[in-house]
Every structure is written in structure tokens, then in C-alpha cells.
């Protein structure tokens, strides 16, 4: 009994990105923007590999390539999802760079400015001594968190922000080192403060 067929080791690669291709064209989009996350320091040279084999394809239709990364101020970042993703490499072939400039502190962190300026400052700093500036796009988070001091901090759109502060006394703040406002406020028993 035979097995599975084998394949090359780039084949999923190859299949993925002439699906990606196929379907920019398919739909006559100007081009495609990769978000991929969750990715571990192993990961680096295939991911690197796959946005240069995606750019490449999409270019030669006349496509474009934008890829979202991770913020991060060094090489080692935070985590391995900072590792597997390789500013100079993907700044090389992709027309534009998505930073996602947010998240510093997120739902399971303890709480804190979601996009402290001096961290903003050093991500560009970071981006900018590898990727051409006029390829860098700054995300910005419109959205915030509400810590209780629970596992998992309440998720807000900016509105819900709006809200939740019109509808409690609180004492507004704004932290200079961070150039972040936030709120802190009692509910029931419960200390929240929201970044």
C-alpha cells in the first residue's frame, strides 16, 4: 500500500502562493495585504521566503504587496513572533509595511498604554534603520482596554470607551512618559482602570 504522495518541500508554499495570485487576479485587486501571526522564531526563513515568492508573483501581474508586522523596538523583539519576522528582508521585496503599532499592553497583559508613545518612537526607529520610509504605513489603535484585575481585560471600540467613562465617576488621567490617556474608576467592588 502506497502512502501519501511526497512533495517537494516547497510545494505548499508554491500551492499557496499561486492560490493568493490567482485570486488578486481572479477578483483584479491592486494587491494583497498579508497578515500573518502567531508565527514562532522557526518560522523566520520559510515566512521570509513565502512574502518574497508572493511579491514576486503578484509583481509580475502588476500587483502590489503590503505585509502587517509586528511593533517591535530590536531584533529579538519580545517573543518568537518578533523573530520569524524579518524587517529587512520583507521591507526588501514588499511595497508597503504594515507596523501594528498597538498592543504594547492587550486583553491578557496587566494593564497599561496600549501604544505608549516612547515604545511607538522606537519601533520606528527600529523599522526605519531597515525598511525604506516611504514603504511604512503606522497602524493606530482605535480601540482600548478594561482591566479589573481578572485574566482577561473587556475589549472596547473607541465608543464603548465613550461610554463606559460617561457612565461612571472616575478620575481621567493622562500619563506624560506614555502620552496615553487613560481612566480609572470603581464598579461594585471592583478597581478598573481603562487605557
Not at 5 to 20: K, T
Not at 63 to 92: C, F, K, W
Not at 128 to 136: E, F, G, M
Request: glycine content about 10%; charged content about 25%.
Amino acid at each position: 500500500e502506497l502512502g501519501p504522495p511526497i512533495r517537494p518541500a516547497g510545494a505548499p508554499r508554491a500551492a499557496h502562493v499561486a492560490n493568493l495570485a490567482a485570486l488578486a487576479a481572479e477578483r483584479d485587486f491592486d494587491g494583497i495585504v498579508v497578515d500573518y501571526e502567531l508565527l514562532g522564531a522557526d518560522d523566520r526563513d520559510a515566512f521570509t521566503a513565502f512574502v518574497t515568492a508572493l511579491a514576486e508573483a503578484l509583481h509580475d501581474d502588476g500587483r502590489r504587496l503590503a505585509v502587517a508586522l509586528h511593533a517591535q523596538a530590536s531584533d529579538m523583539g519580545t517573543g518568537g513572533h518578533h523573530v520569524a519576522q524579518d524587517y529587512q528582508a520583507i521591507g526588501r521585496v514588499a511595497d508597503e509595511v504594515h507596523l501594528m503599532t498597538y498592543d504594547l499592553h492587550w486583553d491578557e497583559s496587566a494593564p497599561g498604554p496600549i501604544a505608549p508613545l516612547p515604545w511607538v518612537v522606537g519601533v520606528l526607529d527600529y523599522a526605519t534603520a531597515r525598511i525604506p520610509a516611504d514603504k511604512l504605513l503606522l497602524g493606530i489603535g482605535l480601540f482600548g482596554y478594561d482591566w479589573d484585575g481578572g485574566p482577561v481585560a473587556d475589549d472596547l471600540q473607541l465608543g464603548q470607551v465613550a461610554d463606559r467613562i460617561a457612565r461612571h465617576d472616575g478620575t481621567r488621567g493622562w500619563d506624560d512618559q506614555a502620552s496615553s490617556p487613560g481612566f480609572a474608576y470603581r464598579n461594585g467592588d471592583d478597581e478598573r482602570i481603562i487605557w
